[in-house]
């Protein structure tokens, strides 16, 4: 894991804080959080950790779900909305959003390895080798900071679908922006009130800008919006860079799985929101050092377009074509 010694021992002098963790006889308060960190940010088995730390499978197991269990209360107190603005904002980004004083943040969906059952593999079941995913719905800030997550859903989960049963869900926590606000969204999701999509069948990607600028007002409203948008890439990136085991999951349950998942959203926040110097931040700057490769969802209308109100897709629609005139005589 690409942590600095400064913020793991921040971190654990918040867990000893809060009272989140303990040592017990035999172990070390330090020990416990020592061998959560090389299970989930090095990605190591519990053996390595049995023959580098010389205990039990049954004790360092045990260990394991202690810290997990105040990583959850931990993940409580930091992946929370926030409205304070952003404190890293360029100066290409303080003009964006001259155009979008709406937004509030960015949506979208990402995929982490999972290890499932094999009679519960195809509805996990990914593209390319036939892995199975998770599908996670993050929102962040344009300070890389999560205010929300939610994990555990299907791979093969339309990014669409997951939004909207997670949005209506009075369990998950999720909150709708305030009527004059929004998220900007990729065109996987449909552009209705609260939810700022790009134009369809029109460019879009960053990288369909390099070699021909923006012409037309959509493809300038497009370029904008993903310029700003991109900051939920850049922070995917960040955090798989940082925690290997996003990548290639451990065989827990999959319930350990996910919580592991939000996990490491919960430090990512620490660290960013603590200020704390850490190199993996200070890499990603605008040339998308880390932006996530795309999966893509579909760009074409879906179903779930319908189930929005024809009066928030209106709104929406009148709101984006408005932001994409003003900007026709700003090039």
Same mark, same amino acid.
């Given at each position: 894991m690409r942590m600095s010694r400064d913020a793991y021992v921040l971190l654990c002098n918040h867990f000893r804080q809060r009272n989140w963790l303990h040592s017990s006889r035999s172990i070390t308060f330090e020990?416990?959080?020592?061998?959560?960190?090389?299970?989930?940010?090095?990605n190591e088995r519990m053996r390595m950790v049995k023959r580098r730390f010389q205990h039990s499978t049954e004790t360092i197991h045990r260990c394991f779900y202690e810290v997990l269990?105040?990583?959850?209360?931990? /993940?409580? &107190?930091?992946?929370?909305?926030?409205?304070?603005?952003?404190?890293? /904002?360029? &100066?290409?980004?303080?003009r964006l959003m001259q155009f979008f004083p709406g937004a509030i943040g960015a949506l979208d969906g990402t995929l982490v390895h999972a290890v499932v059952p094999v009679d519960q593999q195809t509805r996990y079941r990914g593209r390319g080798k036939g892995d199975c995913f998770q599908n996670i719905l993050g929102i962040c800030n344009f300070d890389m900071i999560f205010t929300f997550v939610w994990a555990g859903w299907e791979g093969i989960a339309h990014d669409s679908r997951v939004l909207k049963e997670v949005a209506f869900n009075p369990t998950s926590g999720f909150q709708f922006p305030p009527p004059d606000k929004y998220y900007l969204c990729d065109a996987a999701y449909t552009n209705t009130r609260g939810f700022m999509a790009p134009y369809r069948g029109t460019r879009y990607w960053l990288a369909d800008f390099?070699?021909?600028r923006a012409l037309t007002k959509e493809e300038k409203f497009n370029h904008a919006h993903a310029q700003l948008r991109n900051v939920i890439e850049r922070a995917y990136g960040v955090l798989k860079a940082r925690f290997p085991i996003l990548k290639q999951m451990a065989p827990f349950p999959f319930r350990t799985q996910r919580d592991i998942v939000i996990?490491?959203?919960?430090?990512?926040n620490f660290i960013r929101k603590w200020n704390i110097h850490d190199e993996l931040f200070m890499s990603c700057d605008e040339d998308n050092l880390f932006a996530e490769v795309h999966e893509g969802g579909s760009d074409t209308t879906s179903a779930h377009d319908m189930e929005w109100g024809s009066q928030g897709v209106e709104y929406m629609a009148n709101l984006r074509d408005n932001i994409a005139s003003q900007m026709m005589p700003n090039e």
């Open positions: 020990e416990k959080m020592a061998m959560f960190f090389i299970l989930i940010g090095h269990d105040g990583m959850m209360k931990f /993940a409580r &107190e930091v992946i929370v909305q926030t409205s304070n603005p952003s404190t890293n /904002a360029s &100066e290409q980004h303080m390099r070699r021909q996990a490491c959203f919960a430090v990512h």
